[in-house]
């Protein structure tokens, strides 16, 4: 029996083939045709024509801040990754099972469920990311005491609490990776009148970004267009103001940490504080972001190993073991 486990992100969609790991980690980006509505790349050759299209194509992105916001496309980059992990046997149509924010609502939860069957699954499961990262973070989550984990995604932050192998607490923002980046583009534009692309907002951010201001600043040379002359230019500068850029967002992800705990029961917060709060996603690679954390909350933070792939590595845990997870998994045939 084929098993496809798809961690279905705003920015990047990864897929894990039980026995042979992370096969796939492609951007979450379709090019669509306009003249006859045909798409023609997807993953990483449609990110690479992000800011330099032609009118007759759009570069789409079919998840808007966690959710799906295009059905049709959705269902075509499905097709697509389905199709290239070597899902489409033939006769053996594949079992997949696909993360979903906590957040989602039973409408949303029937869209991702027929994207996938119209794409060519046998059955589609679906799982509560945060769930799926603590699991692929190797938290014992049907274990009787709370563990946190702050999944910081590309459109959304998902915090939960979990015991007993379910959710107990969560909480969400539509903030994330893309949210810090389109930050650093306004405040490149406010402070140094540059305009600059997406692209290299997450340049920035990677390279010289912090959770923290540092005593030691590193800094950067960036390109863009002057706002004032219209030509191109080049600017410094340093990891502080990358810091400033972004602190507005930072203080919303750690405020929901503050909201989960408040309605989290008092034996549970025990338990975290003993523990800590596990950070996976792609947000948890921004330097410094634990120590962000541990110094607004006073709860100890830590980084999940490989925390861009916690969710990814969740699905083929999971699938491997899906009666073990009965409880956690929505089952559609």
Request: proline share 5%; charged share 20%; glycine share 10%.
């Amino acid at each position: 029996m084929k098993k496809i486990g798809i961690d279905l992100g705003t920015t990047n969609t990864v897929v894990f083939v039980p026995k042979k790991g992370i096969i796939i980690n492609e951007p979450s980006v379709v090019a669509i045709s306009i003249l006859d509505n045909k798409i023609i790349a997807v993953g990483n050759l449609a990110k690479e024509m992000i800011g330099r299209t032609p009118d007759s194509i759009i570069v789409s992105k079919p998840l808007i801040d966690g959710a799906i916001a295009d059905y049709r496309v959705t269902g075509a980059m499905l097709r697509y990754f389905i199709k290239k992990s070597g899902g489409i046997f033939g006769f053996i149509k594949p079992e997949i099972l696909i993360s979903v924010p906590a957040g989602i609502t039973s409408t949303e939860k029937r869209a991702v469920i027929e994207s996938a069957l119209n794409a060519g699954a046998k059955a589609v499961y679906l799982v509560k990311e945060p769930v799926l990262a603590a699991i692929g973070a190797k938290i014992p989550i049907n274990s009787p005491s709370g563990n946190m984990i702050l999944n910081i995604g590309g459109g959304t932050t998902e915090l939960a609490v979990i015991s007993l192998g379910g959710i107990v607490s969560w909480s969400s923002v539509r903030i994330g990776g893309n949210k810090l980046d389109l930050a650093i583009v306004e405040y490149v534009k406010k402070k140094h009148g540059l305009a600059i692309g997406e692209r290299t907002a997450e340049l920035i951010k990677i390279n010289i970004g912090s959770a923290i201001k540092l005593p030691e600043e590193e800094k950067i040379n960036i390109r863009g267009r002057d706002l004032a002359s219209g030509f191109p230019k080049t600017v410094e500068i340093s990891s502080n103001e990358i810091n400033e850029a972004m602190s507005e967002q930072l203080r919303e992800i750690v405020q929901i940490i503050k909201s989960v705990l408040e309605v989290t029961p008092p034996e549970l917060c025990s338990d975290i504080m003993d523990k800590g709060i596990y950070i996976s996603g792609g947000g948890a690679l921004l330097k410094n972001i634990e120590k962000l954390i541990t110094r607004v909350t006073g709860v100890p933070a830590t980084i999940a190993e490989n925390p861009l792939f916690c969710v990814a590595r969740g699905t083929g845990i999971v699938l491997e073991n899906l009666d073990i997870y009965k409880r956690n998994v929505i089952a559609k045939r």
